[in-house]
T-cell receptor, first 113, second 113 residues
Framework: NAGVTQTPKFRILKIGQSMTLQCTQD?????MYWYRQDPGMGLKLIYY???????DKGEVPNGYNVSRSTTEDFPLRLELAAPSQTSVYFC????????????FGPGTRLTVT | ELKVEQNPLFLSMQEGKNYTIYCNYS?????LYWYRQDPGKSLESLFV?????AVKQEGRLMASLDTKARLSTLHITAAVHDLSATYFC?????????????FGKGTLLTVNP
């Protein structure tokens, strides 16, 4: 049982490039989330999904897109990368029933230069 | 908009001492979570508090929730170096539907010998 996995672990992008951050969970969780973590700022929610085919914006969605075609996968797409998107990105998942805690992946450290 | 405030943001303790980290939040919620993050690592779930008066303990850490005061505390007893990490509280701001979390900025705890 791998839990939540993310790829890649590290990536350097040039301004204007695009990329997809991959997230997969094998716990059959309905809910999945993408967060970004900036130094000293806690985690901020980018997008979330309550099931396959259903996604919604979080607190900081601008510059990102998501899709959820299966229960297991929840990729995050960055279009036209900007330096402001330099951050650590965490994917998380949780069940639809209690206690609702979120399980986090190992993170992707992204630098845009 | 839900605001979650932790204090202190930085805490330097000596081994063997006791201390408390506070987490205040601005709107009604009865679900609160505590996470631990080691440097360069992901977030690990510590406690899930789901009702007013809930108290959970694990080793030297004890968490409590007062929903009327909108306050949770994380109490550290007889600190040891292994407890050095960043601790986050997170509050469910979804009204119980999608389990979206708003995180505090985190408390960086350093336990010195």
């Amino acid at each position: 049982n791998a839990g939540v996995t993310q790829t890649p672990k590290f990536r350097i992008l040039k301004i204007g490039q695009s990329m997809t951050l991959q997230c997969t969970q094998d716990m059959n969780h309905n809910y999945m989330y993408w967060y970004r973590q900036d130094p000293g700022m806690g985690l901020k929610l980018i997008y979330y999904s309550v099931g396959a085919g259903i996604t919604d914006k979080g607190e900081v969605p601008n510059g990102y897109n998501v899709s959820r075609s299966t229960t297991e996968d929840f990729p995050l797409r960055l279009e036209l990368a900007a330096p402001s998107q330099t951050s650590v990105y965490f994917c998380a998942s949780s069940t639809r029933t209690g206690p609702y805690e979120q399980y986090f992946g190992p993170g992707t450290r992204l630098t845009v230069t | 908009e839900l605001k979650v405030e932790q204090n202190p943001l930085f805490l330097s303790m000596q081994e063997g001492k006791n201390y408390t980290i506070y987490c205040n939040y601005s709107t009604t919620s009865d679900r609160l979570y505590w996470y631990r993050q080691d440097p360069g690592k992901s977030l690990e779930s510590l406690f899930v508090l789901l009702s007013n008066g809930a108290v959970k303990q694990e080793g030297r850490l004890m968490a409590s929730l007062d929903t009327k005061a909108r306050l949770s505390t994380l109490h550290i007893t007889a600190a040891v170096h292994d407890l050095s990490a960043t601790y986050f509280c997170a509050v469910d701001n979804s009204g119980g539907s999608n389990y979206k979390l708003t995180f505090g900025k985190g408390t960086l705890l350093t336990v010195n010998p």
